[in-house]
DNA sequence: CTGAAAGCGCTAACAC
DNA sequence: GTGTTAGCGCTTTCAG
């Protein structure tokens, strides 16, 4: 038998009130020109029934979704699922719907047909979350696309005439060397994340840039690449201590890597912050109750991922009015500089946050 | 101006090519009987022009999305994160698309809206990967629904005809209490997750179903309730040392509340494992790079929501068979145990995963 | 205020 | 092999 699906369709409903399809239509979308007995026998009839109207058959008239195509990568790791978080509610919020792809490789470059599967849905945007990570990008401009459709990047290097949100990676790597350099730290290591990674790659120049500022020299033995997880973060610590004898402090490019630089040094016996300070990157919730706790720059993804849909919102809206569009522009947060106990050397250990170094 | 959508229809390409929509659409479905120069021919003017077809208007007809909808929450922790992975890599192989909903509370129990915005877009069957908290499942069961189609839940107790996929948390506590009886711990306390929740209370029947049977007096010192969070954890752990003197070891909910009672236990100059032995669960990234590093138990959350998406395909396919129906079952996962510094008391160290114990 | 006709983009069923 | 007709469930003219 096949199967049946229980859904009652507008016809129905305008058969069992007796009017037409049409006036049915006029209730379910509000309009005042219904008298309010038929309005009411409608509304009964739909009750009744149980009818729900075919957001589909809607989409293919109206030539609008009212849904997002959410591109991510990496959910399995906690910043994207806190951005796609953010996605979520703010889209809930507009009420519009989320198509999700998921791409499995953050390197993943066949993009053609996340976009014809996002496309054939008829989505009304595209928010593309995936980290810009080696070529990944390389299409991003590209008209091979036909893309009729507006496109918000986030996380990802500012380009022209594109709409980009993303933290201030340089900036949060400034405000933790700043930090350091003011506990009085001076020869700061660096362990950063896979150079592959716009991320990774800001965050190292806010390293350099800081030192050569500071009129400390920089050479190739203080600093060593990781790969953002646990494992590296154990091995490159061990390594950068090798090479880098009378190194003070390390900027490490994120929590997770600074967790394992924390276990390292305890097992060395080294006193944090005493003998050596260490800052790390993200804020996860654990770097809060390492032991000690970790001094950290805050990403706040869930409101960038907001900001991005909001503004991708904008744009779809502002195409159906008779105004001008909305141009691209792109759109940088700053992050925020949390001090805890592992950089806070000689002074009394009380936790506090700074907002902004300015 | 109003937005212009450059999609092409299949009437465009028709009349591009010379023939009829129903040709185009043989050749787009790759139907059988179309002659190969009409084929090649319809195929070029396909590629020339951009064309697309619309899955709209395909589920329109066929009644059929080929769409899952997704039901999460707390997609901002990392569990419901991997679930959510794990869901979308599978529905990608089977090459359905997702339609995400993330609901703003645990508790969350007004879902009707929730089920009229999957089903008004034809979902062909909803996964429901909110955890079982208080009385945010009590509809479950309920057939004023009027749910036309197949329906699978994540991580929920069991009940009759209904679909699960879960894994064992009574199980995989269980496991950690032998872990810790067999390591000659005796003295066992308990930090809980909240008891609203039905993970939590398994993980705590297991523990106290475990004591008893070793012979082990339970008293209502012996345990604090904390809410998953590492701060509950840090409150909990000076509350249950406070009220269980002798204590010896403490089976810890979960991983983040087990990093806060390490941390508590370093600064009271407790050793771990040969003071107190802890033991977590969940196996976040992290707790293998604690110090000491963390015994706990593993779910594998990516695993069963690849398992429960190839279920209600499964389903969703058996509805349009002339076959039987596919019976709603429970679909139990068992956790593994991974040993690590934290418990292993006067043995040496290594680490070393058991899958089970059997 | 209400209804009839046309059509969004596609496919099933039937002719030829 | 290929085209014609009808219609998925809805909304948009335009009459009345």
């Known amino acids: 038998m096949k199967q049946r699906l229980f859904r009652s369709t507008i016809k129905e409903v305008a058969s069992v009130a007796g009017v037409s399809t049409q006036t049915v239509s006029r209730v379910i979308n509000e309009r005042p020109d219904v008298s309010p007995e038929t309005r009411k026998r409608v509304q009964e009839v739909i009750n009744e029934l149980g009818y729900r109207p075919s957001a589909l058959a809607r989409s293919l008239i109206r030539q609008r979704s009212h849904t997002l195509g959410v591109v991510t990568a990496g959910l399995r790791y906690i910043g994207p699922s806190r951005i796609l978080s953010g996605i979520a509610a703010a889209a809930e919020e507009a009420d519009y719907s989320l198509l999700l792809k998921e791409l499995p490789r953050f390197h993943e470059n066949d993009i053609e047909p996340i976009f014809q599967a996002l496309l054939s849905r008829h989505v009304d945007g595209i928010i ?17 696309l036909h893309l009729e459709i507006p496109l918000v990047y986030l996380t990802m290097e500012p380009r022209e005439n594109i709409s980009v949100v993303s933290i201030d990676n340089y900036l949060g790597g400034r405000m933790a060397m700043s930090h350091l350099l003011e506990q009085g730290y001076r020869r700061i290591g660096h362990i950063s994340g896979p150079l592959d990674w716009w991320e990774a790659r800001q965050r190292m120049a806010a390293w350099k840039d800081a030192l050569r500022e500071a009129g400390v020299d920089v050479k190739d033995t203080h600093w060593v690449e990781g790969n953002w997880s646990s494992t590296s973060g154990a091995q490159s610590a061990e390594k950068l201590f090798e090479q880098y004898k009378d190194m003070d402090s390390i900027f490490v490019a994120n929590d997770q890597m ?36 970790l001094t950290t720059i805050q990403q706040d993804q869930y ?37 805890r106990e592992s950089s806070l050397r000689g002074k009394e250990g009380g936790e506090f946050i700074r907002k902004s170094i300015s």
Chains 1, 2 share one sequence.
Do not use: Y
Not at 129 to 144: I, Q
């Open 128 to 144: 593309w979350a995936v980290p810009e990570v080696g070529e990944n990008h390389a299409w991003v401009g590209e008209s091979k």
């Open 258 to 293: 600074a967790l394992s630089v924390i276990r390292f040094a305890c097992q060395k016996g080294l006193r944090i912050p005493e003998d050596i300070g260490i800052v790390g990157f993200d804020n996860i919730t654990e770097s809060e109750f390492f032991f000690p706790a």
């Open 303 to 339: 409101d960038i991922a907001k900001l991005a849909v909001e503004e991708i919102i904008k744009i779809i809206e502002a195409g159906w009015q008779e105004t001008e569009q909305v141009d691209p522009k792109t759109i940088m947060l700053p992050p925020s500089l949390v001090v």
